[in-house]
Each structure stands twice: as structure tokens, then as C-alpha cells.
């Protein structure tokens, strides 16, 4: 089998794995699909993520989000990730680089999560998976941005401030409702 071929492969076992824990009744809210790099950054940039902020990307699946917080823009990251092979992946990704100072990986369930620390929150997971979430992590500060990558967080239409859809996919950014 060509190198190709069995990278395609990976990739395919890789996505039905995803979709059948999502599909099945299971912990997880989300398929994971990894965010492109061009649209990570526009998602920080939207934000207007600086060395002032902290990041907290909920289900950083292999931690990019995390890493481009911390190269480009200075920010120190927090990723959660609630798969085990990705959450691994994501630390021995950020200690390749030797981000360990700026970015924290923690492999464990986004709900009942501490975000007090969270300036800006990224999150790329579903309708109901956004909603649920941010209902049920702890400390969310009124005044957060809270970025979510295609799906708008159904409820908080009051809080949406901008939708960019320079990269052909919609990016909403909010400020997080006083609690």
C-alpha cells in the first residue's frame, strides 16, 4: 500500500471512530475535525487575542488552536481535550515546541471545568455541543469572549457581536453574559 494510501486510510478510520462516539450515546458533544491553520488565525484575530489574554480552546483536539495562541500572538493556552490519544498528541505537540511555559494541555471533560482564567474561549464543537457547554463549565466571566467556529451558540443572540466569514466559514465571536 502506497504511504498515500495509508494515510487516507488513518484519516477514514479516524473520522468513524469520531462520528460513532458522537452518533452513539456517548460523553462526546462533537466530531472532531481539525481547524485549518488560516482559520485558527482568523479566529484569534477576531478575538483580538494579545499577550494579555488567556485562552482556553474547549476540545483542542491536537492542541493547534493552543500552539498558534502562544507562537503568534503571545497568549498563554489552556486546551481540553477528552480524548486520550488527542489530548497526548496535543501535550507532546506543545512540549515539541517547547510551549510547556505558555500552553497547558489537560486530557478530561470540558463540563464543570474551571474557565475563571479563560479571557477568550475558542470552541469548534456542535448546536447543542456549544450550548451545553458553556452552561455547564464554572467561573464564566461576564465580558469573555467566547469564539465558536461554524455553529452560532444558540440562546446568546443578544451577546453576538461579529460573524467573519473571510474564510468561507462562518466565525461568531460573543462576549459571555454576566452570570
Same mark, same amino acid.
Given at each position: 500500500m502506497a504511504a498515500g494510501s495509508s494515510s487516507a486510510v488513518r484519516g477514514l478510520l479516524q473520522e468513524l471512530r469520531s462520528w460513532g462516539?458522537?452518533? &452513539?450515546?456517548?460523553?462526546y458533544v462533537a466530531?472532531?475535525?481539525?481547524?485549518?491553520?488560516? #482559520?485558527?488565525?482568523?479566529? &484569534?484575530?477576531?478575538?483580538?487575542?494579545?499577550?494579555?489574554?488567556? #485562552?482556553? %480552546?474547549?476540545?483542542?483536539?491536537?492542541?493547534r488552536i493552543c500552539i498558534l495562541a502562544a507562537e503568534e500572538f503571545g497568549a498563554r493556552s489552556v486546551g481540553v481535550e477528552l480524548?486520550?490519544?488527542?489530548?497526548?498528541?496535543?501535550?507532546?505537540a506543545v512540549a515539541g515546541k517547547g510551549l510547556q511555559e505558555r500552553v497547558q494541555i489537560i486530557n478530561g471533560d470540558?463540563?464543570?471545568?474551571? #474557565?475563571?482564567?479563560?479571557?477568550?474561549?475558542?470552541?469548534? &464543537?456542535? %448546536?447543542?455541543?456549544?450550548?451545553?457547554?458553556?452552561?455547564s463549565v464554572v467561573g464564566l466571566r461576564g465580558g469573555t469572549r467566547v469564539v465558536s467556529l461554524y455553529f452560532p451558540v444558540k440562546g446568546?443572540?443578544?451577546?453576538?457581536?461579529? #460573524?467573519?466569514?473571510?474564510?468561507?466559514?462562518?466565525?461568531? &465571536?460573543y462576549t459571555a453574559p454576566e452570570q
Amino acid at each position: 500500500m502506497a504511504a498515500g494510501s495509508s494515510s487516507a486510510v488513518r484519516g477514514l478510520l479516524q473520522e468513524l471512530r469520531s462520528w460513532g462516539r458522537y452518533l &452513539l450515546p456517548s460523553k462526546y458533544v462533537a466530531v472532531y475535525y481539525p481547524t485549518q491553520l488560516p #482559520v485558527a488565525r482568523a479566529m &484569534l484575530r477576531l478575538a483580538g487575542v494579545s499577550s494579555s489574554d488567556t #485562552v482556553f %480552546d474547549l476540545g483542542c483536539g491536537d492542541g493547534r488552536i493552543c500552539i498558534l495562541a502562544a507562537e503568534e500572538f503571545g497568549a498563554r493556552s489552556v486546551g481540553v481535550e477528552l480524548d486520550k490519544t488527542l489530548a497526548d498528541a496535543a501535550a507532546a505537540a506543545v512540549a515539541g515546541k517547547g510551549l510547556q511555559e505558555r500552553v497547558q494541555i489537560i486530557n478530561g471533560d470540558c463540563r464543570r471545568l474551571d #474557565v475563571s482564567r479563560a479571557s477568550v474561549i475558542t470552541l469548534y &464543537l456542535s %448546536d447543542a455541543g456549544n450550548l451545553e457547554l458553556l452552561q455547564s463549565v464554572v467561573g464564566l466571566r461576564g465580558g469573555t469572549r467566547v469564539v465558536s467556529l461554524y455553529f452560532p451558540v444558540k440562546g446568546w443572540e443578544g451577546q453576538l457581536l461579529r #460573524v467573519d466569514r473571510s474564510k468561507n466559514i462562518d466565525i461568531h &465571536l460573543y462576549t459571555a453574559p454576566e452570570q
